[in-house]
C-alpha cells in the first residue's frame, strides 16, 4: 500500500500484494487494498474479485464496503453502486469516504449543489482546516451558482494536485 500511494511504485506494490496474498490468502485487509489500487489502476474485474474476497473475509467492514461501491462505480455497474450506497446510507453518513464519494459522483452527474452538500459533511468530518476553508469557498460560490462551483472545486483540485506534487515521498 506504502509502496503504491506514496513511493508511486505500482510494479513494486503489485508484486508486494500478490507475494502477501500467497503467504495469507485469508487476510482481507490485504485483498482489501490490493483491489483498492486494481480499481485505481482501471482492472475492474480483478478489483471487484478481491473487495468480493475481503467482504467475505470481513463482511461488516464499513470502510471495505464503501471503496466496494465505489468500485462498482468505476467499472460502470452505476445501479449495483447506487444500491450499495443506498444500503450504507444510514451507518456511513458519518463516514468521511462515504461522503467525497457521494461528492464526486454528484459532480460527475453535474449535480453541483449535492457535490458541496456532500463536500461540506466530509469536510466537517475531517474537520481540517484547509477543508473547511475550502467548504466555506464552496458554499460562498454555491450562492452564485452551479459554474461558480465547478470553478472552485476546480481550484481545490489544482491546490491538492501542486501540494502533492511537491510532496518528497523517500
Given at each position: 500500500f506504502v509502496a503504491y500511494w506514496w513511493r508511486w511504485d505500482p510494479v513494486g506494490a503489485g508484486l508486494s500484494f500478490r507475494r502477501a496474498l500467497e503467504?495469507?490468502?485469508?487476510?482481507?485487509?490485504?485483498?482489501?487494498?490490493?483491489?483498492?489500487i486494481l480499481s485505481d489502476n482501471g482492472e475492474a474485474e480483478?478489483?471487484?474479485?478481491?473487495?468480493?474476497?475481503a467482504l467475505a473475509l470481513d463482511p461488516s467492514s464499513?470502510?471495505?464496503?464503501?471503496?466496494?461501491?465505489?468500485?462498482q462505480l468505476e467499472a460502470g455497474n452505476e445501479d449495483?453502486?447506487?444500491?450499495?450506497?443506498?444500503d450504507l446510507e444510514k451507518r456511513a453518513s458519518g463516514n468521511a469516504i462515504y461522503q467525497i464519494n457521494l461528492g464526486d459522483w454528484a459532480a460527475s452527474k453535474g449535480d453541483?449543489?449535492?457535490?458541496?452538500?456532500?463536500?461540506?459533511?466530509y469536510a466537517r468530518l475531517k474537520g481540517e482546516r484547509p477543508l473547511l476553508v475550502h467548504k466555506r469557498l464552496l458554499e460562498l460560490a454555491a450562492e452564485r451558482g452551479d459554474h461558480a462551483i465547478a470553478q472552485q472545486a476546480l481550484a481545490l483540485e489544482l491546490e491538492l494536485a501542486n501540494e502533492s506534487r511537491g510532496a518528497n515521498y523517500d
Open positions: 503467504l495469507a490468502p485469508g487476510d482481507a485487509q490485504t485483498h482489501f487494498w490490493y483491489a483498492n480483478k478489483a471487484l474479485a478481491h473487495y468480493s474476497t464499513l470502510s471495505i464496503q464503501i471503496y466496494h461501491g465505489w468500485a449495483r453502486a447506487r444500491e450499495i450506497y443506498s453541483w449543489q449535492g457535490y458541496v452538500r456532500h463536500f461540506s459533511a
